[in-house]
Nanobody, 123 residues
Framework: QVQLVESGGGLVQAGSSLRLSCGAS????????VAWFRQAPGKEREFVGI???????SYPDSVKGRFLISRDNAKNTVYLQMNSLKPEDTAVYYC?????????????????WGQGTQVTVAS
């Protein structure tokens, strides 16, 4: 079983960049697909991207071209690089991992989650 811990959140100005980290322990992260989700107050958890075990990535249109997910398997860590941040990107960001799923954009499909890290983008 893998344990996940996010870090790197904070308060930034609109247009800034921020890099979140998802550190894994217990298992090798290279064996898992790792996704990032976010949840703003009063809203459902939203998919923001996934890194497959092959290193390929997928993003929704809302963040495509601004967010980039990468892996460092030697550090057992997955990163979410967020550029050109907007106030509407404000949310708690979570990483999630699993081996297999039918619908990778759906939060309920993932068994393993971190505790989340707050990102606040000021206008």
């Amino acid at each position: 079983q893998v344990q996940l811990v996010e870090s790197g959140g904070g308060l930034v100005q609109a247009g800034s960049s921020l890099r979140l980290s998802c550190g894994a322990s217990g298992r090798t992260i290279s064996s898992y697909a790792v996704a990032w989700f976010r949840q703003a107050p009063g809203k459902e958890r939203e998919f923001v991207g996934i890194s497959w075990t092959t290193g390929a990535t997928s993003y929704p249109d809302s963040v495509k071209g601004r967010f980039l997910i990468s892996r460092d398997n030697a550090k057992n860590t997955v990163y979410l690089q967020m550029n050109s941040l907007k106030p509407e990107d404000t949310a708690v960001y979570y990483c999630a991992a699993d081996f297999t799923f039918r619908r990778y954009t759906i939060a309920d499909e993932y068994d393993y989650w971190g505790q989340g890290t707050q990102v606040t983008v000021a206008s």
